[in-house]
């Protein structure tokens, strides 16, 4: 069966320190793999996607960057955080054609 | 651009009574796809129903059933027998029939409160 693994599950980090999330999905290949970012009280913001190795679309312009270096592995990154991207993140995986998602546990991100 | 807007920020119901929840959307489009997804205070996404906008007939998943009404644009939940797992974060989510499934646009959400 399909599942997909995201950690850390929480993080604190300090402005100006990098980032680094990672979501695997195991059972699958070739999936659609998706970044989203949900604000406290807020809906699900989609902040990269990726249907293939090394093909990245960024849907927000922001301090953050993504990366596919295997068919199953969807990295989210910063060089530098701001307090603006703390949040929960989600990553998630298409099912099928019809469009069902499947996501992650997700992330907390704290910056202090 | 698309647009989902879930009217009810809060709603709460007895335990096994019925709730509905609501939804309407806003697009051009004639064939995309309609979901409700459930988020616990565990902040996991599960996939609670979904619906294809060319089937007329309402999707069904045990307890939860949709309203579907295409002209009107709108999608609301019905959440019967309601349970104390059924409390949650419900999000009503629009997605195109595109290719990649990059346009999926996710509603406020509506917090829903299950009493015992």
């Known amino acids: 069966s399909q599942t997909i693994h995201q950690w850390p599950a929480t993080l604190v980090q300090p402005v100006g320190s990098p980032l680094s999330l990672e979501c695997t999905v195991e059972?699958?290949?070739?999936?659609?793999l998706y970044w989203y970012r949900q604000a406290a009280g807020r809906g699900l913001q989609l902040l990269f996607y990726?249907?293939?190795?090394?093909?990245i679309s960024s849907e927000v312009p922001q301090n953050l960057s993504a990366s596919r270096p295997q068919d199953r592995q969807f990295i989210l990154s910063s060089k530098k955080l701001l307090l603006s991207d703390s949040g929960f993140y989600l990553c998630?995986?298409?099912?099928?054609?019809?469009?069902?998602?499947?996501f992650g546990s997700g992330t907390r991100l704290t910056v202090v | 651009a698309q647009t989902v807007t879930q009217s009810q920020p809060e709603m709460s119901v007895q335990e096994a009574e019925t709730v509905t929840l609501s939804c309407t959307y806003d697009?051009?489009?004639?064939?995309?796809?309609l979901f409700w997804y459930k988020q616990p205070p565990s902040r996991q996404m599960i996939l609670v129903i979904r619906?294809?906008?060319?089937?007329?007939q309402n999707a069904t998943e045990n307890r939860f059933s949709v309203n579907f009404q295409k002209a009107a644009k709108s999608f609301s939940l019905k959440i019967s027998d309601s349970q104390l797992g059924d409390a949650a974060m419900y999000f009503c989510?629009?997605?195109?029939?595109?290719?990649?499934?990059?346009?999926?646009?996710f509603g406020p959400g509506t917090r829903l409160s299950v009493l015992p």
């Open positions: 998630a995986w298409r099912q099928d054609h019809r469009g069902g998602y499947t």
């Open positions: 059972g699958t290949s070739n999936p659609n």
């Open positions: 990726s249907v293939g190795i090394g093909q």
């Open positions: 697009t051009s489009e004639s064939d995309y796809y």
């Open positions: 619906q294809e906008a060319y089937k007329q």
């Open positions: 989510a629009y997605r195109s029939y595109d290719n990649y499934g990059q346009n999926f646009v």
